[in-house]
């Protein structure tokens, strides 16, 4: 049945085809069997996954197998703090994981949520009341204003009906219905007029339908489809650290059994070796790296949140550092979801309409001079028109927080309830002085014909004490037919010909900007003269003139476009609204740069992935498409290795938000479905948001590659001193407790304190990084063990030298001992404040980071107390060292940033002089 052209079909053949009667609907019987046959008219969720068994995968995830095998090697050591702060490690990750898979397993009952609770039908001749869920096909169901479409339906009878489908469809406004066939083959849901669509909400007029199609089978059910289908991206750190951890299991393996192999060869104990081998692999494998990169992430988390980003999925935070692409919706995203009233013309004359929103602030302007509206009649009167012939009202509250805070000058907050073009005209009227409140007394309302989709207008009757005053607003060309004449230069004159093709020419000129064109008309009744229908009234009118309008884009947006094209972000428009609307507001954003290319959902439609993939890269705007075209968009993005975000507010984005890399939905206007589906919520519906997220993510990042980059150096360090000493023959420099407190303590602290660092000034001029790119790239790898060689090379220089000058003693050995350590700790400490920068410890002030200075200053209180408090002295094996020992320390430790530094100083002087010739680069040039 699916085959059917729905929109195509006559009301005899359509009910033929269902087995159905307009008049009867079905029987009761038939109604029955076709429930127990097809089902209930709900969506399915899917195979639904255990709780248990969702917490139990957590632990299946290859660095918690690292940790738990860390565990147990602490708990054999006796180590029971480590053991413990391991423990708590792995349960903080899986419940962390647990809860973001649980949370994003709700989109599909966010989407059940849409559904009508109960449906008006005719059953068996009968009207009556039935749950949405035993709706079937069939069913004649009855809608009016405030209703949600219980099932896809396709009209037989429609009343002014309007309906709300910007969640699915992305139209701005809500959408004529009518029940006339269409007889185009293939049509975008957008102009499928003569359907309803499960979900969507009746916003005025009545309107009669026979379900087509229920539950799964509906458009929303599609949609819960592609949900489920959908897989969930795996972030890059994901990724990346799963890479890091099957490398560090192989490397601390590897110099492992080589450190104990070697140390028994040279004559060491066996047992000690192999004591001091465990305490070197538990030392390679930084089991504090997960749990810094949580806390990293969380508290960059609480950054966004004051920066109105609300992440409901760690990981995501730091995909966003490598979006190279957002896939935005046009409406509430990019516009403000408010239609405004931009220009006005009239008698020849072309106005300008200052002003934002549903705020009623704003100036009327000609040749760019404001108009003193009093002595202007024409203008006056369109005005009057506007606020008359108009059912929305303009409701002025105080924000809440205004209210807590008392002030003494609130700003009041404008909301609107009701049709947003007749909002827009409301506005108009209010914001110039003749709002429909202020015209009560005057003008009583005595019958309205409302607007219908054959006349396409609206006519109000009023009177007031001169007589009766017929009021009239709707599309041009048909309000044109029915005036005879017309207001210009302030007098009623004939509507020529010639007067007509100049108004059809201005409205013309209106539409090619994208504007929402509605024309304004009126006469005044004799008392005598009937006016009960619409044809006794809209005739012989007298034109006034033309109002355009449009969902106007936001301020802040141009500028937050400009940020992310100067960051390598390219931003794509994807929108169900027309495409010369989209276009044009891409054009007055900077989005279309030239040369680039806007394409329709049919275009979309005629191409195969290959076609897609040539121009995806090319393509700005999309216009007009279904939720299954913007799914298109993004995996072909992402075919092309872009890293994509996309944005959205309505179920119709929530299959593409939850494919893309990472997904955003709106805090305010967004659908429950897409918040679920999201990963990334923007609490203010404010697009320049999603680039104060990129700029923390990029940050964030980047703080990761750091303490990665402390960890590591100082891991290998730590290695390559046990192994150098064991290859010379001489003796453990550390005892496997030093090592195990070194990785717990010093390791630690200041780690945690790179996770909260400030981010560098041109961060936000730097191209994306690739999602392909390994986390050692940029020479992160060379600086990690470059470093690290260093740091094992001095320290177990510093151990030489003290070893010799104890003369081989036991207490010597214990003293050169300690010394390894103190340097080794020294040595890491003073490393932490290179880590902060991708140049040199030369780059940044080391005091800007309070909480890394915090941190070191307290690794260094505990380090003095295993050197000088007695009771931790046999614990520790360590002895009190003197004023000669520690300018050893010193001097051993400060080599290695002293030598980098050097080193880094010379490379960026040879760079500069490379790069004086070349200040701005091909691709500086292209953005």
Request: net charge neutral; glycine share 10%.
């Amino acid at each position: 049945m699916e085959q059917l052209k729905w929109h195509q079909m006559g009301t005899s053949e359509l009910l033929d085809s269902l087995g159905s009667s307009q008049d009867s609907g079905l029987k009761p019987s038939a109604a029955a069997e076709r429930l127990e046959k097809h089902g209930h008219n709900e969506l399915s969720e899917g195979e639904r996954i255990s709780p248990i068994i969702l917490l139990l995968n957590q632990f299946k995830d290859f660095m918690v197998l690292i940790l738990m095998g860390a565990t147990l090697i602490s708990g054999l050591l006796g180590e029971y703090l480590d053991a413990i702060t391991i423990v708590a490690i792995i349960v903080l990750n899986a419940v962390l994981g647990f809860l973001q898979e649980f949370r994003a397993e709700r989109s599909l009952r966010a989407l059940k949520e849409l559904s009508a609770p109960s449906a008006k039908v005719i059953r068996g001749g009968e009207l009556v009341t039935v749950a949405a869920k035993d709706l079937v096909t069939g069913d004649i169901v009855y809608l009016e204003s405030g209703d949600r479409v219980p099932a896809d339906l396709r009209f037989i009878e429609a009343n002014s009906c309007y309906i709300e489908e910007s969640a699915l469809t992305g139209e701005s406004v809500p959408v004529g219905k009518h029940a006339a066939v269409i007889g185009e083959e293939e049509l975008p849901l957008g102009d499928q007029r003569n359907i309803g669509f499960m979900g969507t909400m009746v916003t005025r007029g009545t309107a009669r339908g026979v379900v087509i199609r229920t539950g799964m089978a509906t458009e929303m059910g599609k949609i819960a489809g592609l949900i489920q289908e959908t897989e969930s991206m795996e972030t890059p750190l994901q990724h990346r650290l799963e890479q890091l951890g099957k490398l560090l299991i192989v490397v601390a393996i590897g110099l492992t059994v080589m450190v104990v192999v070697a140390g028994i060869l040279h004559g060491q104990p066996a047992y000690g070796m192999f004591l001091a081998g465990v305490s070197l692999a538990v030392a390679a494998i930084p089991e504090g790296l997960p749990a810094i990169v949580t806390i990293a992430l969380a508290l960059g988390v609480q950054r966004m949140i004051k920066r109105k980003a609300i992440v409901r999925k760690l990981p995501s935070v730091e995909t966003l550092g490598c979006a190279s692409v957002i896939c935005s919706d046009k409406t509430g995203t990019l516009t403000q979801n408010k239609m405004t009233v931009t220009h006005v013309w009239i008698g020849g004359r072309k106005l300008e309409v200052s002003g934002e929103g549903y705020d009623p602030t704003g100036a009327i302007y000609e040749d760019g001079k404001a108009l003193d509206l009093k002595n202007d009649q024409s203008i006056k009167r369109l005005l009057q028109i506007s606020a008359l012939c108009n059912n929305a009202v303009l409701v002025r509250s105080e924000p809440e927080e205004q209210k807590r805070r008392k002030s003494k000058e609130p700003q009041p907050e404008w909301t609107l309830k009701g049709d947003p073009t007749e909002g827009a005209l409301t506005v108009l009227a209010t914001k110039l002085g003749s709002s429909a409140k202020s015209l009560e007394a005057l003008y009583q309302r005595v019958k309205e014909f409302p607007f219908d989709s054959e006349r396409k207008r609206m006519s109000v009757l009023l009177s007031h004490q001169g007589g009766r005053l017929l009021c009239t607003k709707g599309a041009p060309d048909m309000l044109m037919e029915q005036c005879a004449y017309v207001l210009w230069d302030g007098k009623v004159v004939p509507f020529t010909n010639t007067l007509k093709r100049k108004c059809a020419e201005a409205g013309e000129v209106m539409a090619l900007s994208a504007l929402r064109v509605l024309g304004f008309a009126y006469r005044d009744l004799r008392s005598t003269e009937r006016c009960e229908t619409e044809a006794e009234a809209e005739n012989n009118l007298i034109f006034v003139g033309l109002a355009g309008m449009i969902d106007p884009p936001r301020r802040e947006v141009k500028d937050a476009i400009a940020t992310c094209r100067r960051a390598g972000i390219k931003t794509v428009m994807i929108t169900g609204d027309h495409q010369l609307t989209a276009e044009a507001i891409a054009g007055q954003l900077g989005i279309m740069p030239r040369g680039g290319i806007a394409m329709s959902g049919r275009q979309l439609e005629a191409m195969d992935d290959e076609q897609l993939d040539r121009l995806v890269d090319n393509t700005y705007v999309y216009a007009r498409v279904s939720p299954e075209h913007k799914l298109r968009i993004v995996k072909a993005l992402q075919r092309k290795g872009h890293v994509v975000a996309m944005t959205g507010d309505g179920v119709n984005d929530a299959p593409a938000i939850k494919a893309a890399d990472i997904g955003i939905s709106m805090g305010i206007t967004g659908t429950d479905v897409s918040k679920e589906a999201s990963a990334l919520v923007l609490s203010d519906d404010n697009f320049s948001t999603i680039v104060a997220a990129i700029e923390e993510g990029r940050g964030i990042y980047e703080n990761i590659r750091k303490f990665i980059r402390y960890l590591l150096a100082s891991n290998v360090g730590e290695i390559l001193v046990m192994f150098l000493a064991m290859m010379a023959g001489l003796p453990l420099p550390l005892v496997p407790i030093q090592i195990l407190w070194v990785n717990l303590v010093t390791d630690g602290l200041p780690a945690m304190a790179l996770g909260v660092d400030q981010a560098e000034k041109d961060l936000m001029q730097q191209k994306p990084r690739s999602a392909k790119e390994n986390i050692f790239a940029r020479r992160l790898g060379w600086k990690i063990i470059s470093r690290g060689v260093l740091i094992g090379i001095c320290t177990l220089g510093a151990f030489w030298i003290t070893l010799r000058e104890g003369g081989g003693t036991a207490e010597g050995l214990m003293k050169a001992q300690t010394v390894a350590f103190a340097t080794l700790v020294m040595a890491q400490l003073i490393h932490v404040f290179d880590c902060r920068s991708s140049r040199s410890i030369f780059h940044r002030n080391p005091f800007q980071n309070k909480y890394l200075v915090l941190a070191v200053l307290s690794s260094l209180l505990l380090m003095l107390g295993v050197l000088y408090i007695e009771a931790l002295q046999p614990i520790f094996k360590t002895v009190p060292i003197g004023f000669r020992e520690w300018c050893l320390v010193f001097v051993a430790a400060g080599i290695p940033t002293f030598v980098m530094g050097i080193g880094s100083v010379l490379g960026k002087s040879g760079k500069t002089k490379t790069n004086s010739k070349w200040p701005l680069g091909p691709q500086s040039v292209a953005r």
